[in-house]
T-cell receptor, first 116, second 109 residues
């Protein structure tokens, strides 16, 4: 069964450093998402991406965050200057069609980001 | 806001059916009912979705009340691997998924 692949599985970074989290969505999917989950809390929406631009973003997704689909296969989340509170699991997801009429989202296994 | 209400946790015995309830009293006519689950240390996983009719797939069944204000996810024969947090979501057709706290399902051997 097709999978969403995320790398690395665990990233440790120093506060103030830039990090890039990488995702390879399912190849024929058109809509891409990033979510995060702070330990013990809910899964939170960050951003949706379609046709090479952001469709929607949450309040969490401030100027420190950016997303890119540089080469038609990878989908990246960049945090420019990490803060301690950015420590969380970050999940990438993709879906084939806009809206969920027929398909659910496929999520990756996540990247655990630890900011020290 | 997930706009749904679920019990915080439930327990079930292995190899028995599990009925996970969800109330969505404010659901609109165009909202789909989706269920996802999150196994320990993994990302959310799509389980099933429906609009008005009951739905079956290889993972589970979804029973939707006639007034659509509630639904029940049915795992026909729970295994230890079904221990997870189960999320019931109302999703407007073009909208993003918003997760609530879900129901933590414990399976007793």
């Amino acid at each position: 069964e097709p999978e969403v692949t995320q790398t690395p599985s665990h990233q440790v970074t120093q506060m103030g450093q830039e990090v890039i989290l990488r995702c390879v969505p399912i190849s024929n999917h058109l809509y891409f998402y990033w979510y995060r989950q702070i330990l013990g809390q809910k899964v939170e929406f960050l951003v949706s991406f379609y046709n090479n631009e952001i469709s929607e973003k949450s309040e969490i997704f401030d100027d420190q965050f950016s997303v890119e689909r540089p080469d038609g296969s990878n989908f990246t989340l960049k945090i420019r200057s990490t803060k301690l509170e950015d420590s969380a699991m970050y999940f990438c997801a993709s879906t084939l069609l806009r809206g969920q009429l027929t398909y659910g989202y496929t999520f990756g296994s996540g990247t655990r980001l630890t900011v020290v | 806001d997930a706009k749904t209400t679920q019990p915080n946790s439930m327990e079930s015995n292995e190899e028995e059916p599990v009925h996970l309830p969800c109330n969505h009293s404010t659901i609109s006519g165009t909202d789909y009912i989706h269920w996802y689950r999150q196994l320990p240390s993994q990302g959310p996983e799509y389980v099933i979705h429906g609009l008005t009719s009951n739905v079956n797939n290889r993972m589970a069944s979804l029973a939707i009340a006639e007034d659509r204000k509630s639904s029940t996810l049915i795992l026909h024969r729970a295994t230890l691997r079904d221990a997870a947090v189960y999320y019931c979501l109302n999703v407007w057709r073009d909208d993003k998924i918003i997760f609530g706290k879900g129901t933590r399902l414990h399976i007793l051997p």
